[in-house]
């Protein structure tokens, strides 16, 4: 009988552990980008280990490739089929409007972990409070490198972009190189090679990383780049609120402890790290960098000016936020940004 009984209660105490093994809650997070990209080599898997850590393996990350578009990835979440993912707005036309503050050129080289930490403390203090983001939570905000101009021909004045076909995207880049008198192509990173091949297209605005992400380098050997970059791009990390009911209100806390600021840090150490790579890259191919200055210096930051005074004054009235207060808040916090430690020494060296 004792025998019977010892079996009994390890039979009950394995069932037990089996249950609490299942107990472990997953995060579906859905991504868009190609499997060697940055955010899934290294912002996924580095926000999972976090993650595990945190909530001592009782919350993990399952990352699903090719979920839907780019532009449908917000619908994704805030309908459950996916419970995170990450936004680029400027593949959202007209939706959002405040997430072009951290887009404008300025001029002056940061990092994008820097901009990404400064961008999150202004979405907190600012932009939060006008709801564009209806129907999820934002648990980071990411800025993505200095956007430059690709070319097959060499660009070095501004003059020498009038109606040249060039690949935009949307938010802060659509409405520069409407300024810029440039024929505008709308095409999503992953075509610009082909475009560029076939000639299609003249040149792209993209960032460093795409030269060797998206093989730019190998149909566009030069590059017109400006300090701080023509404009930035701006993403968010975002979660279905429902997820949070899956998950006791301890672990909750553990996981928000380690998203928020220190997230969208890593979203930017990985910009920066992949922008060094495409560029490195570029270098090796005998790609030629040209910088724009003089008076098309004095021209673009004319224009750029322009695009900030007619954005702050559009969603002061449309979205009930003062727009020159936050892209004041936005430098002030860059520059708090760099003298504070990076999230560098966070990353598992072996995903770098």
């Known amino acids: 009988m004792r025998k019977t009984a010892s079996l009994l209660i390890g039979a009950l105490i394995a069932a037990t552990l089996g249950v609490s093994a299942q107990a ?10 190609g499997p060697n990209h940055g955010i899934n080599t290294i912002v996924w898997p580095t926000w999972k280990a976090w993650i595990e850590e945190a909530t001592e393996g009782r919350v993990t990350l399952d990352v699903v490739h090719d979920m839907g578009p780019p532009a449908s990835q917000m619908e994704i979440v805030a309908d459950g089929v996916a419970d995170a993912t990450w936004v680029f707005h400027g593949y959202n036309t007209g939706r959002f409007e405040l997430t072009k503050l951290p887009e404008f050129p300025t001029f002056e080289d940061f990092s994008s972990e820097n901009a990404s930490a400064a961008y999150w403390r202004t979405h907190q203090e600012y932009l939060a409070q006008a709801g564009e983001h ?9 800025v993505h490198g200095p956007g430059w101009i690709f070319s097959r021909e060499e660009y070095a004045t501004l003059d020498d972009l009038t109606a040249k076909r060039i690949r935009v995207g949307g938010g802060v880049m659509g409405d520069l190189s409407n300024a810029l008198e440039l024929t505008g192509v709308a095409l999503p990173p992953t075509s610009v090679y082909e475009a560029g091949s076939q000639g299609v297209i003249d040149g792209a605005m993209l960032v460093p990383e795409g030269l060797r992400s998206f093989r730019v380098a190998e149909v566009f050997p030069y590059t017109l780049k400006v300090d701080g970059g023509f404009y930035r791009g701006s993403f968010t990390i975002v979660v279905n609120p429902m997820i949070w009911d899956e998950i006791s209100p301890e672990d909750r806390e553990a996981i ?3 998203s928020g600021e220190r997230l969208s840090r890593l979203f930017g150490y990985m910009m920066d790290t992949v922008d060094v790579r495409g560029v490195a890259f570029a270098e090796e191919r005998g790609h030629t960098f040209t910088e ?3 008076s098309d210096l004095e021209t673009l930051r004319g224009i750029s000016d322009a695009l900030i005074e007619e954005w702050a004054e559009s969603v002061t009235e449309s979205r009930g936020v003062d727009g020159m207060a936050a892209i004041a808040y936005f430098h002030e916090q860059l520059a708090a940004a760099a003298e504070e430690e990076s999230v560098a020494s966070l990353v598992p060296q072996e995903l770098l």
């Open 256 to 258: 928000e402890a380690v």
């Open 24 to 33: 472990q809650t997953t995060i579906t997070v859905s991504t868009w980008a």
């Open 134 to 142: 209806r129907g999820v939570e934002v648990v980071a905000a990411g």
């Open 292 to 294: 724009l200055n003089g």
